[in-house]
């Protein structure tokens, strides 16, 4: 998978170089291409340099972040869009989610959570490149569409890469090599990836306990399931659950 380019837009010359030089981005596979200190000189910038993906604030000079994301849409309908931002509102997190961005990150940023941000959007971006394959009459099924099935339709399973060796009857370097090739992120990260949304469907769309949904979603052990959700999503199951149906 060819590196992803990147737009940091913030008028805090510190926050763009804190994301220049403390997140490893050539390790989730991007490379920053240009940052823009305003709104409009953000649209210039898209326009010119046309990123995959562009980081960008909410209060900035001359036109908001919301604004730029509003007016790009029209050009660029496929550029992704995350917003990090010291506004805990959820009036503008639910303007955010009308523009569908892709995530909503709050300052100080912590890295970690940035970093499963972009490995999520990468492969969100595979799945659907997947999709718009699918509808080709010449589209051909390859080894990672297979897996990537087969995990889905054994989520509730101890998956592990000895598990689709001997499923698939391949090397598991191999199997681990492809996730990296062809998505631009690890097995491990697929895996969790998937979980987690298995997981937050049934949060939100059913009446499960947390343990019931944990086991559903392939873990064991409920204390590592709300550990690994917290550590993607930011909460806990039981506040992710709660702060839902507090917007309802």
């Known amino acids: 998978m060819k590196k992803l380019g990147v737009l940091l837009v913030d008028d805090e010359i510190m926050i763009r170089e804190g994301f220049k030089k403390l997140f490893d981005w050539g390790a989730h596979g991007c490379d920053v291409i240009g940052e823009a200190a305003d709104g409009m000189e953000a649209i210039s910038k898209i326009d010119d340099l046309k990123p995959d993906i562009v980081v960008i604030d909410i209060n900035m000079p001359i036109m908001n972040g919301l604004k ?15 917003i990090v931002s010291g506004y805990d509102d959820f009036s503008y997190c639910r303007e955010a989610l009308r523009l569908k961005i892709t995530d909503y990150i709050l300052k100080p940023v912590n890295y970690d959570e940035f970093g499963t941000c972009i490995d999520n959007l990468k492969i969100s971006m595979f799945r659907n490149h997947i999709r718009n394959q699918a509808d080709d009459e010449e589209f ?47 097995f491990l990260a697929y895996l969790t990836n998937i979980r987690m949304e298995h997981a937050k469907k ?43 149906l507090d917007k309802q």
């Open 68 to 82: 730029v994301i509003q007016m790009t849409r029209l050009k660029h309908p496929d550029i992704a869009f995350i």
């Open 202 to 244: 049934l949060l939100l769309a059913s009446s499960l306990s947390i343990g019931e949904i944990s086991e559903e979603s392939g873990y064991g052990d409920y204390r590592v399931f709300t550990k690994a959700f917290k550590k993607s999503e930011g909460v806990t199951p039981s506040q992710f659950r709660r702060d839902f």
């Open 140 to 186: 051909e099924e390859r080894p990672i569409h297979s897996i990537m099935r087969f995990m889905q339709e054994h989520l509730k399973e101890d998956i592990s890469l000895s598990m689709l060796s001997d499923e698939f009857h391949m090397n598991p370097q191999y199997i681990s090599q492809l996730f990296k090739s062809e998505m631009g992120v690890g």
